[in-house]
T-cell receptor, first 116, second 109 residues
Framework: GAVVSQHPSWVICKSGTSVKIECRSL??????MFWYRQFPKQSLMLMAT?????????EQGVEKDKFLINHASLTLSTLTVTSAHPEDSSFYIC????????????FGPGTRLTVL | GQNIDQPTEMTATEGAIVQINCTYQ??????LFWYQQHAGEAPTFLSY??LDGLEEKGRFSSFLSRSKGYSYLLLKELQMKDSASYLC??????????WGAGTKLIIKP
């Protein structure tokens, strides 16, 4: 299957700093990338959907100014958590899809963010 | 509203068979996905159903009834490594995936 990578795998930062997470599709072109957040023992929560070259579509309740998403190319999307706070500590997972809904989403390995 | 229901937790014995059910109510339907997620890892794709019936893939099978808004994932010959959470997700009319909360499957020797 297709491979999606995320970097970093985990990060610890101080409150108030910004953290950038990269999501790359390694062997296919991802027309759509998704960013999810998952708190312990909870299901995935979709944060935003991004299509290459256009602005991301954010889910209700997700602050677009706090979670900046850039989908600059068909193989790279970035999520920047600005002015992170302890409540932003979570497991952030990206997924990528080529084509339409009938194509499966391929998930990255996730990034565990801990904000002190 | 949109809703995906699946049991929170199930327990089964190694070598046995287990069926994990999923019922859904969504605005439109563009397929149902099952994903497996081990603790601390990202989900991995298991199956996709868009037509009624049973899709078999090795030890795993997935069934869909669109008229009933119902699906199940059937796991045969259970192995300890099958201990994980199993997530049901439905593509709605906007081609967004609506996720269930997941079913934690515990396999006992």
């Amino acid at each position: 299957g297709a491979v999606v990578s995320q970097h970093p795998s985990w990060v610890i930062c101080k409150s108030g700093t910004s953290v950038k997470i990269e999501c790359r599709s390694l062997d296919f072109q991802a027309t759509t990338m998704f960013w999810y957040r998952q708190f312990p023992k909870q299901s995935l929560m979709l944060m935003a959907t991004s299509n290459e070259g256009s602005k991301a579509t954010y889910e209700q309740g997700v602050e677009k100014d706090k979670f900046l998403i850039n989908h600059a190319s068909l193989t790279l999307s970035t999520l920047t958590v600005t002015s992170a706070h302890p409540e932003d500590s979570s497991f952030y997972i990206c997924s990528a899809r080529s084509g339409d809904i009938y194509n499966e989403q391929f998930f990255g390995p996730g990034t565990r963010l801990t904000v002190l | 509203g949109q809703n995906i229901d699946q049991p929170t937790e199930m327990t089964a014995t190694e070598g046995a068979i287990v069926q994990i059910n999923c019922t859904y109510q969504t605005s439109g339907f563009n397929g149902l996905f099952w994903y497996q997620q081990h603790a601390g890892e990202a989900p991995t794709f298991l199956s996709y159903n868009v037509l009624d019936g049973l899709e078999e893939k090795g030890r795993f099978s997935s069934f869909l009834s669109r008229s009933k808004g119902y699906s199940y994932l059937l796991l045969k010959e259970l192995q300890m490594k099958d201990s994980a959470s199993y997530l049901c997700a439905v593509g709605d009319s906007n081609y967004q995936l609506i996720w269930g909360a997941g079913t934690k499957l515990i396999i006992k020797p």
